[in-house]
């Protein structure tokens, strides 16, 4: 059976020239995980490849350059949706660049296990990190802060300072990784869309990433890597850390979320987006149909439903200002990348595999 890859790198209120970087990060995944397909890989391990490039990125909100807790640390989540092994995830990882590993160890021991003892599918804190680590010495914790996420986290916190009027304590300088300086410059510069003292509320690239793949055996896999939001609660799980709400995956559809991790909790956003596409309804009015008149809604999603043996519809939805998505089938010769705007904020489109 052939297969797809789907990505996005999250959603938020980007500048142009970001978007341009984002759009290049898309084509990179996407490029480095149909060639994993192609050549057999499974639909978990590529789409762990392609979450891993996510994280190496200072673009996003997941890894490198994550958002940072009120506590000045920076914790992150991921999770793995999957069709054969269900659905693991691993939270409140202090300073882990990538979470995502700490996940696939859990989901191998999953599949490996032959014992009594039922492996774990969610683990919360230095708990998961210790343990995993001795069966992958790769995960580690290092600093993983960036300019561009300092200096969200230092507007963030003159914003609720502001907002909520409590005097906070004066925060001190917060290190930046030492090999920050090779880092490509172009990375880090973001667009300045307010004034230096504005204390609008933080904007650009907040959100959860993810991938959705579909391997050569007719299996789907759903991968989400966060950050969180800035100036979280230390300890809060966002939506990678809830089946149903982050991701969710059928034998026919895979589906990750991003946008406001409450929000999407509290409407179990994945599941019931998955449920609404299988009914056939407007594709259009998916995400309006999930939530009341008047009722606030800062999320979106990225979906892969398969329409027979050789064919799928990519759907994009929704309810910020940009969203960045790109996707990749067997029969295609390089990936298809687009800015889903507030103007248009919805996208559909059906390939052939």
Avoid: W
């Avoid at 979280?232 to 809830?242: D, H, N, V």
């Amino acid at each position: 059976m052939p297969h797809i890859v789907a990505v996005h790198t999250g959603a938020g209120n980007c500048s142009h020239e970001t978007n341009k970087l984002l759009k290049t990060l898309c084509k990179q995944v996407c490029d480095v995980v149909s060639k994993l397909l192609a050549d057999g890989q499974s639909a978990t391990d590529a789409a762990v490849a392609g979450t891993l490039i996510l994280e190496d990125s200072p673009l996003t909100n997941a890894g490198l350059g994550s958002s940072i807790t009120d506590d000045k640390k920076t914790r992150t989540e991921a999770s793995i949706c999957s069709r054969l092994s269900g659905f693991h995830c691993a939270g409140d990882l202090e300073n882990v660049k990538h979470p995502i590993k700490v996940v696939k160890v859990m989901v191998d021991a999953t599949l490996k296990n032959s014992s009594r003892y039922i492996p774990p599918r969610i683990m919360v804190g230095q708990s998961a990190v210790d343990r995993y680590s001795m069966l992958d010495p790769t995960i580690c914790q290092t600093n993983i802060c960036t300019r561009k996420s300092i200096k969200a986290f230092h507007k963030a916190e003159k914003y609720f300072s502001e907002q909520q009027s409590v005097k906070r304590r004066k925060t001190g300088p917060i290190e930046v990784i030492n090999n920050l300086e090779n880092i490509k410059q172009e990375e880090l510069d973001v667009k300045k869309e307010n004034k230096e003292n504005s204390t609008e509320a933080p904007d650009g690239v907040q959100d959860t990433v993810g991938v959705v793949c579909l391997d050569r055996d007719g299996n789907l896999t759903c991968t989400t890597s966060s950050g969180g939001s800035v100036f979280k609660y230390s300890g809060r799980l966002g939506q990678c850390c809830t089946h149903g709400a982050g991701s969710y995956s059928t034998p026919t559809c895979g589906i990750v979320t991003t946008g406001n991790g409450e929000q999407i909790i509290n409407k179990l956003l994945a599941i019931t987006v998955a449920n609404k596409l299988s009914q056939c309804g407007d594709p259009c009015g998916i995400l309006d149909d999930c939530f009341v008149e008047g009722e606030q809604r800062m999320c979106g999603f990225l979906a892969v439903q398969l329409e027979g043996q050789d064919r799928a519809t990519v759907h994009a939805h929704h309810t910020l200002t940009n969203m960045v998505v790109g996707f990749q089938s067997g029969t295609m010769e390089k990936p298809v990348v687009r800015v889903v705007t507030s103007h248009a904020p919805v996208f559909i489109q059906t390939v052939k595999l």
